[in-house]
C-alpha cells in the first residue's frame, strides 16, 4: 500500500495469522446463526462486538448492530425512557472508539457513529473532543475530517470559524492534505453564500494565492499545497457563463446534397454536406456538462418542422444525464418542386427555466443560434452509396487544396463563434491578471530547481491564460504558448515516466489546440481526396495522422469535419468522436485500439459509411478491462436491443462476437477495413458481412 513493498511472512507470522483466522471464523460462525434467527439478546450483542473489535470491515456485523439497536429502542422497559436510549447508545459509540483504536481508517465504523449521532441523543461536544485526538494521531485522516464536517453541521458552528481551524492545521504542518481539502469545502461554501467578508471573491482568492505561495516555495516538492493551487486555478477559470458551439454553426449557409455521392471538391465542409437523406443532425456543443436540454428548453423554429416534437439525446454513451454534447435530427420533407429550397432555421436556447450546468448554474435568458439548410428536390431516381467505388488512405490519393479554397474555409473556421447561452457582461482581467501572477512566480520557483510538479502548474497555468484570452475574446495567435506547453509535458515524460501515459494526453490534447488554432498550422494538415479512377470522391480532409496523438481534444472545434484521418497514432479509444455527427469517413489504422469497445463513440455516428480499423491490437490481448463498458446479451440494460431474428446472423455467432455486433449493428458502412487485428479472421468477416447488409468492401476486397 502507498509503495510499500510487500514482504514474505515468516513461519512465526503465518502461524499467528492461522491462529487468529480459527478464532475469527469461530465467531462468525456464532454471529450469523444469531443474525439469521434474528436475536437481539445481550450474549448475541457480545459476539458481535467481539467479531468487530478483532474486525471493523464486517460491514454485515454493523448492520446486525443497527438492527439490534431499533429492536431495543421497542421494548416495553426502553420504549419513551430517555435514559435507557441513551444506555443503548452510549454502548454503540464505546464500540466504535474501541473498532477506530485498532482500525482508524475504517469506513463501517465512521458510518455507523454517524448513524448513532443522528439519532439525536449525544453529546456532540463531546465527539470534537474525540476528534481532536485523533486527528492529533493522525492530522490528515480523511475520514476524521469527513466526520469532522458532519459534527460542525450538527453543531451550526459557522464555517468562518473552521476555517480558522483549517488555517490553524496549515500552520502546524502544510503538508496536510485533508486541512487543504476542508479548506476549499468551506471556502466553496462561503462564497456561494455570499458570506460577510467573503464577496467579492476576487479579492478571497487573491489571498488564498498568496497564502498557499508560501507552502509552495518552502518545500515545493511536496504536493499538498499544489493540489490546492490547482483547484484556486480551475476556479479563476471557471466561466460566469456558459459557451456553446453548433453544427451547423451560427451564420452559415448550407446546402444538403442527396444524389449519394461523398462530395465536390469545388464546396466547402462549412457549406455543403453530402448525404443520401433529408436528415440534418444538429449538435450544441456547450463549454461544459449540461442538463435539462429538451424541446422545452431548445426551440426550434423552422418550416414543417415541430419543435417539441423533435427528440434531444445527450451524446454521453448512456443517451441520458449530464453532457457536453446534445443530439437531435431535422427531417427535411420531399418536395416535388423542380428546385432547391432554402429553410431559416432558428434555434433558440435556455427558455423557460433554462439550461444549467452541472455546477447547478441555471440560465433563463435567451440566446439565437441561426443558420439556412438548402434542399434539393425530390429525385425518384435516387443513387446508391453501395454502388461508389473504394476509397484508398494512400497518400497518392491526396493532394494540396487551391490555396484559395482553403482561404475560404480557413476563413469560417476561425470565425467559428461560440454562443453565450446569457448576456451577461464578463469581465476576465482580473482572472488574467491573477493568472500571469502566478506564471511569474512559478517561473521564478522553477528558476531555482527542477520541480515536476512546478513544470506541470505551469504547464496548466499557461493553458488556463490561454483560454481566458480566449473568452475575453482577445487576439493572440502570435503569441500562442502552446510551443513552451509541449516541451513542458516533453519534460515531464522523461522526469517522471510512472505517469507517461497521462503526460501523452495532455500532449496530445495540446497539440491539437496549437495545430487547429494556427492557420499556418492547420493548412499542412487539409488535404483534398482525389482518386484518378473515382474522380466523384472529392472531399475537404483533415489528415492529423503520424502525431502520436493519444487522445482527442478541441471537439468543438471539429464539428463541421466529414473526412478525417488518424492514422499511425497511438490511440486506445475513440472518445469524443461521437460528437462529429457528420462523419463519413474515418481513418483509425495502426493505432493501439485493443477491443471493439473502444469502437462504442461511433455507434452513433449515422453518417459513417467508410471505416478503416486495420493494424490495431484487437483481440490481441487476453484481457479487456473496457470489454464490459459495452452491452452485451448477458446485461438486463440491453433489453429489445439484441434481437437477431430479423437479420441473417445467428445467436451462436453473436456470442462469440457480442462486442463487434454491438457495435457495428446500427452503423452503414459501404467500406470496412479489419486487416492486421488478431481477430480479423474468416469467421469474424462472414459475421461482419451479414450484419452489415450495406457493406461493398471488406478489406479492400468487394464482399457483394
Known sequence: MHGRPRKAPTPEEQEAFSVKASKLRSLQSQFLQFHHAKIYTKEALDVSAKLLESNPEYYTAWNYRKLAVQHNFNLPEVDNNEESVKLILDEE????????????????????????????????????LLLGKFQKADARNFHAWNYRRFVTTLKNIPNEKELEYTTDMIFDNFSNYSAWHNRSVLLSHLLKEKAKGYCPKDNVFTEEYEFVRHALFTDPDDQSGWFYHLWLLDQTVKLETLLVSSCPPHGSNLSLSVDGSFGDCSLSPFTSLQTNTRILPLVLYFSEAVENV??????????????????????????????????????????????????????????????????????????????????????????????????????????????????????????????????????????????????????ELLSTMN??????????????????????????????????????????????????????????????????????????????????????????????????????????????????????????????????????????????????????????????????????????????????????????????????????IHCAEVADYWEAYAIFKDLNLIQLDLKGNAVSNEKIKSVLIKLLPSLKWLDGESCR
Open 93 to 128: 459509540l464505546r464500540l466504535v472508539e474501541n473498532t477506530l483504536k485498532r482500525n482508524f481508517k475504517s469506513y463501517g465504523a465512521w458510518h455507523h457513529r454517524k448513524w448513532v449521532l443522528s439519532k439525536g441523543h449525544s453529546s456532540t461536544d463531546r465527539e470534537l
Open 294 to 443: 429538451c424541446s422545452s428548453t431548445v426551440v426550434i423554429e423552422c418550416e414543417n418542422i415541430a419543435s417539441n416534437e423533435l427528440v434531444w439525446r445527450s451524446l454521453s454513451g448512456d443517451g441520458t444525464g449530464s453532457a457536453q454534447a446534445w443530439l437531435t435530427y431535422l427531417n427535411f420533407p420531399e418536395e416535388h418542386a423542380h428546385s432547391e429550397k432554402a429553410y431559416q432555421v432558428k434555434v433558440s436556447l435556455a427558455r423557460s427555466q433554462g439550461i444549467f450546468s452541472s455546477t447547478g448554474i441555471h440560465h433563463g435568458d435567451f440566446s439565437h443560434i441561426e443558420f439556412s439548410v438548402s434542399v434539393p428536390p425530390y429525385c425518384s431516381e435516387h443513387v446508391d452509396l453501395k454502388n461508389e467505388g473504394k476509397i484508398s488512405w494512400s497518400d497518392e490519393s491526396f493532394c494540396t487544396h487551391d490555396a484559395q479554397f482553403l482561404e475560404s474555409v480557413l476563413v469560417n473556421l476561425f470565425h467559428l463563434e461560440r454562443t453565450k447561452i446569457d448576456e451577461t457582461v464578463v469581465d476576465y482581467q482580473w482572472n488574467i491578471t491573477t493568472i500571469n501572477n502566478e506564471i511569474s512566480h512559478c517561473r
Open 451 to 648: 520541480c515536476k510538479i512546478g513544470k506541470l502548474t505551469l504547464a496548466r497555468l499557461l493553458m488556463a491564460h490561454d483560454t481566458l484570452m480566449s473568452y475575453a475574446g482577445t487576439s493572440h495567435r502570435n503569441v500562442s504558448p502552446h510551443a513552451e506547453i509541449l516541451q513542458l509535458y516533453d519534460d515531464l515524460k522523461n522526469m517522471d515516466p510512472a505517469h507517461l501515459h497521462y503526460y501523452q494526453d495532455e500532449y496530445s490534447i495540446v497539440l491539437l489546440k496549437q495545430i487547429i488554432s494556427n492557420q499556418e498550422l492547420l493548412l499542412k494538415h487539409c488535404r483534398e481526396y482525389r482518386d484518378p479512377y473515382f474522380p466523384r470522391i472529392n472531399n475537404f480532409c483533415l489528415r492529423f495522422n503520424n502525431l502520436s496523438l493519444s487522445r482527442i481534444g478541441s471537439m468543438e472545434q471539429l464539428l463541421w469535419v466529414q473526412v478525417l484521418d488518424l492514422s499511425y497514432n497511438q490511440l486506445k479509444t475513440l472518445e469524443g468522436l461521437e460528437v462529429m455527427q457528420l462523419l463519413s469517413c474515418l481513418n483509425v489504422s495502426y493505432n493501439k485500439l485493443c477491443s471493439f469497445t473502444a469502437l462504442e463513440p461511433l455507434k452513433l455516428l449515422r453518417s459513417l459509411k467508410v471505416l478503416d480499423i486495420s493494424y490495431n491490437e484487437i483481440g490481441a490481448h487476453s484481457i479487456d478491462t473496457r470489454r464490459y463498458l459495452c452491452s452485451s446479451p448477458l446485461n438486463h440494460r440491453s433489453g429489445g436491443d439484441w434481437k437477431t431474428e430479423e437479420s441473417e
